[in-house]
């Protein structure tokens, strides 16, 4: 299975960016797809998750400006971030559950400058 990330790069604070993950190879039931995001010396935190029915988890630093979505038929997950802050500055990574088991893609680098 691999997960190939696109879409990070650099904007100032109030811009938008569009982040896509799009899954491939040995492919079933894809359960919960997720956003995380890392700051350098700080734990990988939940970003937000869309399960496969289309019920979505916010962390609440974000909810009311990002926005997750998915595709089934494409097993690809989209992350809509508006209204960009310098704190959502981070790596972030794509994840996907799939019989009971995570997988990882590769970071994408967001920067927000102010």
């Known amino acids: 299975v691999q997960l190939q990330a696109s879409g990070g790069g650099s904007v100032q604070a109030g811009g938008s960016l569009r982040l896509s993950c799009a899954a491939s190879g040995s492919i079933f039931s894809i359960n919960v797809m997720g956003w995380y995001r890392q700051v350098p010396g700080n734990q990988r935190e939940l970003v937000a998750t869309i399960a496969s029915g289309g019920g979505t988890n916010y962390a609440d630093s974000v909810k009311g400006r990002f926005t997750i979505s998915r595709d089934n038929a494409k097993n690809t997950v989209w992350l809509q971030m508006n209204s960009l802050k310098p704190e959502d500055t981070a790596v972030y990574y794509c994840?996907?559950?799939?019989?009971?088991?995570?997988?990882w893609g590769q970071g994408t680098q967001v920067t927000v400058s102010s």
């Open positions: 994840k996907i559950m799939m019989v009971g088991r995570g997988y």
